[in-house]
């Protein structure tokens, strides 16, 4: 399996994952808005990928998985967030990790890309 479709299939279970963790996280009402952010930001890194896949070019290509990568600091942002306001939550810190490694392989991703544009 090539690092594309191993990412693609990562980043899809991982959405999964996040929204099975909004389902159940059982927010109180003034922390909801961290729960949609989290929802968008940690399903759109898949999305992105997808689509990636269907690039124009090679600079479309590089430019979705920028993207990815830049949703999945971002979710990582909103897994701390909610860690820190909920501590009790496990599932959260396998995120976090998750998410840090999908980072890694997404930045060599867009790197090793970008060299050959």
């Known amino acids: 399996m090539n690092q594309e479709s191993n990412i ?11 929204i099975k963790l909004i389902g159940k996280a059982n927010l109180p009402f003034e922390y909801k808005p961290i729960g949609s952010q989290l929802l968008r930001a940690g399903t759109s890194i898949g999305a992105n990928v997808e689509e990636a896949q269907a690039a124009e070019s090679k600079a479309d290509f590089v430019h979705k998985y920028n993207i990815a990568l830049k949703e999945a600091r971002e979710t990582k942002y909103w897994l701390k ?18 998410s840090d490694e999908i980072c890694k392989i997404l930045g ?10």
């Open 8 to 18: 693609a299939k990562r980043t899809f279970d991982f959405s999964i994952e996040i």
């Open 81 to 98: 967030l909610l860690l820190a306001i909920q501590s009790q939550c496990v599932e959260v810190k396998s995120l976090i990790q998750e």
């Open 108 to 117: 060599r991703i867009v790197v090793n890309s970008r060299k050959n544009i």
